[in-house]
T-cell receptor, first 113, second 113 residues
Framework: QQQVKQSPQSLIVQKGGISIINCAYE??????FPWYQQFPGKGPALLIA?????SEKKEGRFTISFNKSAKQFSLHIMDSQPGDSATYFC????????????FGAGTQVVVTP | DGGITQSPKYLFRKEGQNVTLSCEQN?????MYWYRQDPGQGLRLIYY???????QKGDIAEGYSVSREKKESFPLTVTSAQKNPTAFYLC????????????FGDGTRLSIL
C-alpha cells in the first residue's frame, strides 16, 4: 500500500491562480519530504524539499507547508503559469534508508491561459 | 554536460523474452536506482545500489534483475517472469548519505507485442 497519500489526482487552474497539492503520511520515521516535477516523456526533477524541523520553505513561486502533528505537507504554486503544467509527486524518506524514497501517486496540474 | 542516459527510449518485448534496459551516468554518483512508473501509482522502487558490485531489492523486485559492475552503469533486465512488464522505467542516481537529491534519466517505455 502507498505510504504517502497524495491528492488531488488532477487539477486545473487558471493562469495567475494558486495550485495546491496535499500529501499525508503515517510513518513518523520519515524526516525528509521532497517534491518532484515531471513533464511528459521526461524523468522527474527535484523541485523543492523540506525537513520536519521547519514549517514552511519557499523557493520562488513554490512553497512547501509542513504540519508535523497532522503528518501532512503541501505544495503551493503561486501565480501559476502555463509552463507549470506538469505532474507533481510528493515523496518521503527516512534517515539511514539508503536514499529510498516513497512516492505519492502524483497530481497532474494543468494551467490554462 | 553531466547527466543520466537511458536507452532505448522505446522498447518492445515479445512474450517469454528477456529485455535489458540501459542506464549510464557521468555524475560521479555512487548510488543508483531503478523505478517503475504506472499511471496513477507514482514511482515504485525496483532495485537500488549504493556501491559497485552490491545491490538491494526494492519494493517490487520480482521478475527483474540488475548488475552493478561499473560505477557509471546499472542495467535492468526485465525477465519473462515479470507478468505485467508494460510500464515507464526510470533510472536515477545520487551521492550516498541521507537525503541526497536523486537525479533521473528520461526513462524507457516498455511495451509488450
Amino acid at each position: 500500500q502507498q505510504q504517502v497519500k497524495q491528492s488531488p489526482q488532477s487539477l486545473i487552474v487558471q493562469k495567475g491562480g494558486i495550485s495546491i497539492i496535499n500529501c499525508a503520511y503515517e510513518n513518523t520515521a520519515f524526516d525528509y519530504f521532497p517534491w518532484y516535477q515531471q513533464f511528459p516523456g521526461k524523468g522527474p526533477a527535484l523541485l523543492i524539499a523540506i525537513r520536519p524541523d521547519v514549517s514552511e520553505k519557499k523557493e520562488g513561486r513554490f512553497t512547501i507547508s509542513f504540519n508535523k502533528s497532522a503528518k501532512q505537507f503541501s505544495l503551493h504554486i503561486m501565480d501559476s503559469q502555463p509552463g507549470d503544467s506538469a505532474t507533481y509527486f510528493c515523496a518521503a524518506s527516512k534517515r539511514n534508508s539508503w536514499g529510498k524514497l516513497q512516492f505519492g501517486a502524483g497530481t497532474q496540474v494543468v494551467v490554462t491561459p | 554536460d553531466g547527466g543520466i542516459t537511458q536507452s532505448p527510449k522505446y522498447l518492445f518485448r515479445k512474450e517469454g523474452q528477456n529485455v535489458t534496459l540501459s542506464c549510464e551516468q557521468n555524475l560521479n554518483h555512487d548510488a543508483m536506482y531503478w523505478y517503475r512508473q504506472d499511471p496513477g501509482q507514482g514511482l515504485r522502487l525496483i532495485y537500488y545500489s549504493q556501491i559497485v558490485n552490491d545491490f538491494q531489492k526494492g519494493d517490487i523486485a520480482e521478475g527483474y534483475s540488475v548488475s552493478r559492475e561499473k560505477k557509471e552503469s546499472f542495467p535492468l533486465t526485465v525477465t519473462s517472469a515479470q507478468k505485467n512488464p508494460t510500464a515507464f522505467y526510470l533510472c536515477a542516481s545520487s551521492f550516498t548519505g541521507s537525503h541526497q537529491p536523486q537525479h533521473f534519466g528520461d526513462g524507457t517505455r516498455l511495451s509488450i507485442l
